[in-house]
């Protein structure tokens, strides 16, 4: 396991967007699949990200809790395969909330890290209800020997929150109360930069690894001296989720960043 280290520059952290796993309306293949973890992730590491995360993004719609046995096995190769062809950090995220499949994924994998979109709190989505399951997750992880990290949402996009806070108390509250190792912050939508008035909000009053996890572009890269790194996708591939990963484009934004 190669675990994510934050640095005094940000981290980028690339998103490999997986094709539609087995048994989602809009699957094709498995190869398919494989062979794009495998392939984005070395191409990526080229371009210097610090590390990738994995996600089933074309399983729409999306389970809101847990996903079927077909699910976990396609991730589970996929992000076995971007593992063995990287040296970089791995990361898995089960959309829309299945923690415990993504720390499942990752412990099988040797993943360093895992996203969890509602690891606190009730948030009303696309999907329905989700309610976090921070009890169970981290009981879980102790019980599989721990090693991996959970960066959590806090106001996650696509998604509102059944009872309204201070986004700072949340913040704090997925620290202190879910034990989260990084808190991720997003705007409203996919490809969306969060506020930069809440992002620096976040930086001033939590004491957090705080990670962007929408939205950052080489126009707006000035947001990242506010946290300690980005997720990156959307811009990697022009705008065109279903594009593939612009090397050039990944540069570029890395260079940026080594410069915060």
Sequence with gaps: MRRLEFAERPVIIGVIHLPPTLGSPLFRNMDEIVEKASKEAEIMEKGGVDAVIVENFWDIPFYPRRVPPETIASMTLAVNA??????????????????????????????????????????????????????????????????????????VKHARPMVEQPIVDEAKDLIERGLADAIIITGSRTGVPPDEHILREIREKVDC????????????????????????????????????????????????????
């Design 209 to 260: 690894k705080l990670l962007i996890g929408s939205g950052i572009t080489p126009e707006n890269a000035n947001l990242l001296k506010y946290a300690d790194g980005a997720i990156v996708g959307s811009y990697f591939r022009g705008g065109d989720l279903k594009a593939p990963i612009d090397q050039e484009k990944v540069k570029k934004l890395v260079e940026i960043a080594k410069r915060i």
């Design 82 to 155: 971007a593992v063995k062809s990287s040296s970089i950090p791995v990361g898995v995220n089960v959309l829309r909330n299945d923690s415990l499949a993504a720390l499942a994924i990752a412990k099988a994998t040797g993943a360093s890290f895992i996203r969890v979109n509602v690891l606190m709190w009730a948030y009303a989505t696309d999907q329905g209800i989700i309610e976090g399951e921070a009890f169970r997750l981290l009981r879980k992880r102790r019980e599989l020997g721990g090693g991996v990290d959970i960066f959590a949402d806090v106001r």
